[in-house]
Nanobody, 119 residues
């Protein structure tokens, strides 16, 4: 089992910045992909960004150039640096970890952290 605990959410003004963290613990394989997803009220959960264990990244078009995903493998911690925030970024942000072994895929989610962009 893997546990994911997000932190760093909160209220921020438009144009501001925020940094999310996700601490992972448990049976974590050396090769995995971690990511951030978000869900706004009345909308489906959507990809924000992902990063592999070797550092390859992928971003949603809506956050490219504004958000930066990174990870510290030694600390099993995932980060999301968010800047130039706007109201459309308001959502619950979820940490995700996917790992595979013996043709089985293991998919884990954190409990989410609220990000609200408002003046």
């Amino acid at each position: 089992q893997v546990q994911l605990v997000e932190s760093g959410g909160g209220l921020v003004q438009p144009g501001g910045s925020l940094r999310l963290s996700c601490a992972a613990s448990g049976n974590i394989f050396s090769i995995n992909t971690m990511g951030w997803y978000r869900q706004a009220p009345g909308k489906e959960r959507e990809l924000v960004a992902t990063i592999t264990s070797v550092g390859s990244t992928n971003y949603a078009n809506s956050v490219k150039g504004r958000f930066t995903i990174s990870r510290d493998n030694a600390k099993n911690t995932l980060y999301l640096q968010m800047s130039e925030l706007n109201a459309e970024d308001t959502a619950i942000y979820y940490c995700n970890l996917v790992q595979r072994r013996n043709f089985a895929t293991f998919n884990y989610w954190g409990q989410g952290t609220q990000v609200t962009v408002s003046s």
